[in-house]
């Protein structure tokens, strides 16, 4: 029986599952979850996982969730190529080493640029006030420039020649904002030439496919229905105004 993979690729965690998955040719059940439409929140779902929240995995009898958890998981499973999640003792630290910051090092900053420029102005109808916009750019700004300075430094991929799962957890991080019509690449040298490598070792295709959603943000998020966020507005709103 095939594991079955919980995903919306409108996500950062999923789509890096989902990569690592399909490139990997680990044989999976993709189970859309559509955030939008607060499938999360269903009945059934919350059998799948608890905290209502993709990407989760069933294997049988076996239930997973939190993205970096379920890749080690297949990794280890489907006993992956050893540059994913390298054996070397130093080099697995640097993986480790990113995927411990990114949580709330880069995955926040990104996620509220994205909000702020797309979500909350198209689909709740508030303007954004100037000063939170550039206080959000900033703090995207300085982990941008973390991750050229000292998780790549001079390496080709954050653990060293080869790419990893830290590579792919970054960049679909590094996607959002770009979801939301912010070049983040222009004038970073580094960065795009690191992102030039990722995409080559994914593939374009695969790459391309994983970030179809995200990149058409703008568009999609114009057919949506304005009452799907209305029952969580205030909350949203307190959170990223």
């Known amino acids: 029986m095939a594991v079955e993979l919980f995903l919306d690729l409108f996500s ?3 789509r890096a599952v989902y990569i690592f998955a399909k490139k990997n040719n680990i044989p999976f059940e993709f189970r859309r979850i559509s955030l939008m439409d607060g499938e999360h929140f269903g009945e059934e779902f ?13 294997d049988g009898d076996f239930y997973l969730a939190e993205s970096i958890a379920i890749m080690i998981y297949l990794a280890e499973k489907f006993e992956t190529p050893d540059f994913w999640y390298p054996t070397d003792i130093r080099q697995r ?13 880069i995955r926040t900053h990104s996620s509220k640029v994205f909000w702020l420029r797309v979500m909350i102005p198209m689909v709740m109808g508030v303007e954004v006030p ?7 750019l900033e703090d995207l700004n300085s982990s941008l420039k973390l991750i050229e ?8 991929f954050i653990a060293g020649d080869q790419v990893s799962l830290a590579d792919i957890v970054a960049i679909v991080e590094i996607m959002q ?15 795009s030439a690191w992102r030039d490598r990722v995409q080559a070792a994914i593939g374009k295709e695969l790459f391309d496919e994983a970030h ?10 114009k057919l949506l229905d304005p009452t799907v966020l ?8 307190r959170y990223f105004m």
Not at 212 to 221: D, P, S
């Open 230 to 237: 209305q029952a969580s507005k205030s909350k949203i709103l």
């Open 46 to 58: 919350g059998k799948i996982n608890l905290m209502r929240k993709v990407p989760a995995l069933r």
């Open 212 to 221: 179809q959603a995200i990149l058409g943000a703008q568009e999609n998020v």
């Open 177 to 191: 904002p770009v979801g939301s019509g912010l070049d983040v690449f222009q004038g970073r040298l580094k960065l």
């Open 93 to 105: 630290a640097r993986v480790n080493e990113y995927l411990s910051w990114q949580h709330q090092g």
């Open 149 to 156: 300075e000292k998780f790549l430094d001079d390496r080709p």
């Open 12 to 14: 950062q965690p999923c």
């Open 130 to 136: 100037k000063e939170k916009m550039d206080a959000a």
